[in-house]
């Protein structure tokens, strides 16, 4: 190849490595607020060993203020991602704050985790890539699914 044709090729590689130092500028929030533990789903629902177990491997990290972040989380986009996918997540639901929900929106939640887990919508994709652990079995789904029944039962006989 010669030095002409070489030339636009070290000049996008310049822009691209300027644009990803540039990136790291960009520092997003990454805060586990502090966790009350009255507050929490285990401190208002019966959650068996073997489902705490799968809660904690596979809906931690986005689901709660405890999220555990991994080394790629300081380095952008990576770090971009995933301040955005744990806030979202623990925007739409947060087991660590399972208090502030009404009986309403509890039996919501235990409808949705079921229904999520049961499509493989969650964990997600990227996630499961990077987390193998955190992926559901088919025993894993139906735990968790029998226990959101029992769950809801719960909740609606102390709404009663």
């Known amino acids: ?4 044709r070489r030339r636009p090729l070290l000049v996008l590689l310049v822009v691209v490595l300027g644009f990803f130092v540039l990136l790291q500028a960009v520092r997003p929030e990454r805060t586990n ?7 929490k789903l285990d401190a208002h629902l019966t959650v068996p060993p073997d489902v705490a177990a ?3 491997r596979s809906c931690r990290d986005c689901h709660t203020n405890d999220t555990r972040w991994p080394w790629y989380s300081h380095v952008a986009p990576a770090s971009l991602l995933l301040s955005h ?9 947060n087991l660590s704050e399972w ?4 009986a309403e929106t509890m039996d919501e939640q235990l409808t949705e ?3 999520q887990v049961r499509d493989g919508a969650m964990p997600l994709r990227p996630y499961t890539w990077l987390h193998r652990e955190a992926s559901l079995s088919s025993r894993d789904v139906e735990l968790l699914c029998a226990w959101t ?9 102390r709404a009663e």
């Open 1 to 4: 190849m010669t030095t002409a």
């Open 33 to 39: 607020p502090p966790v009350d533990p009255a507050n």
């Open 54 to 56: 799968i809660l904690n």
């Open 85 to 93: 996918d744990v806030r979202e997540g623990r925007d739409e639901m």
């Open 99 to 102: 208090a502030d929900y009404d």
């Open 113 to 115: 985790i079921c229904q």
């Open 149 to 157: 029944e029992q769950a809801r039962a719960e909740v609606k006989a």
